[in-house]
């Protein structure tokens, strides 16, 4: 069994820190995202793992490569070809059977269990599905005996709905992409699983049970933070790990200098705190000088996010205006 994690998507949603970072780059609770991703992966006593990269591939390579005890490949793709083309374009000459899982989701439940349900269920593909508050904003999922009769890609009829939804979490055999095509983009979700029904290639659906986030958007990105600071997850040993420490209710990076008040905080990798400074409920991002009193907010390079607003001040206007058209003009 190999891994494969989908890491090229541009972060839309999560503008402007994914125009300084590539959202797999992203830190939650002082990890970058990605690692989590690839702790669920060694876990399950997986690894082979393969990034499909697209956006900002650079530095997403230069950190995965930092993994000891792992073999790391890496696809590039120069444009959107879709999750199942760039999955297709990333696959290993060898391996009969692969996990199939998002760098920027955050998922507690065991992939060998996931891995166990395939391989009882003679499925050529099972999708790991959760149950969600708001099917609007996922893929909602129709099963029946553990299989998948349904899917419905993020429809708006949804919207507020409780059930079940797509995880994004897949095992897949070889076989299943005999149907993805060459040089056309081209969706797991929106094209691969529906026309594998129409054919009568069987899906088997597992649920997971735990935790589960995919951070779409920054109010989700904020909550992860603080929910993933109170929990155990699986790591990866890695050569350049960020170490942490709590103080007073706050997750600090020992690398960090905070001489502030700083109260229900994650402070970043280097990150300086004067005693000016107090901040509450705050995640201050690598690298950032933070002065003021803020509550609530992600402090960045160039930007004061309030994502519970959807407020922002931009401390650099011109450029920060210029990160908006930018990212405004990618289609995707």
Request: glycine share 10%; with cysteine; hydrophobic share 40%.
């Amino acid at each position: 069994m190999k891994g494969i994690i989908l890491a090229g998507g541009y972060g839309k949603r999560v503008m402007p820190l994914s125009y300084y970072k590539p959202k797999p780059m992203l830190p939650v609770a002082n990890r970058p995202v990605v690692d989590y991703a690839v702790g669920r992966l060694a876990a399950a006593g997986i690894t082979d793992i393969t990034f499909a990269l697209g956006y900002k591939p650079e530095e997403i390579l230069d950190y995965v490569c930092g993994y000891i005890d792992l073999t790391i490949g890496a696809s590039y793709e120069i444009a959107p070809m879709g999750t199942a083309g760039s999955v297709k374009a990333a696959l290993p000459a060898d391996g009969d059977e692969f996990v199939v899982l998002s760098a920027d989701t955050l998922c507690g439940s065991d992939l060998s269990s996931l891995i166990r349900a395939h391989r009882q269920s003679g499925a050529i593909a099972t999708m790991e599905i959760t149950r969600v508050n708001d099917l609007g904003r996922f893929g909602a999922v129709v099963t029946e005996n553990g299989m998948l009769t349904e899917i419905c890609e993020k429809c708006a009829d949804n919207a507020g709905k409780a059930g079940l939804a797509n995880a994004g979490t897949y095992i897949l055999s070889r076989k299943v992409f005999d149907y993805v095509p060459d040089g056309v983009p081209f969706d797991f979700a929106r094209d691969l699983f529906p026309l594998l029904l129409r054919r009568g290639e069987k899906i088997a659906a597992s649920e997971t049970g735990g935790y589960w986030k995919d951070m779409g958007n920054l109010s989700d990105y904020y909550d992860a933070n603080f929910e993933a600071a109170a929990m155990y997850f699986p790591s990866a040993r890695h050569l350049r790990p960020v170490r942490s420490r709590y103080v007073r209710g706050s997750l600090i990076a020992s690398s960090a200098l905070v001489s502030g008040y700083v109260k229900d905080c994650i402070v970043g990798d280097g990150a300086i705190v004067p005693s000016s400074a107090r901040l509450e409920k705050c995640i201050v991002l690598p690298g950032e000088y933070v002065d003021g009193v803020m509550n609530g907010c992600i402090i960045g390079r160039d930007f004061v996010l309030n994502p519970l607003l959807g407020a922002s001040n931009l401390k650099n206007t011109e450029d920060a205006t210029n990160i908006f058209s930018i990212f405004t003009q990618i289609k995707l």
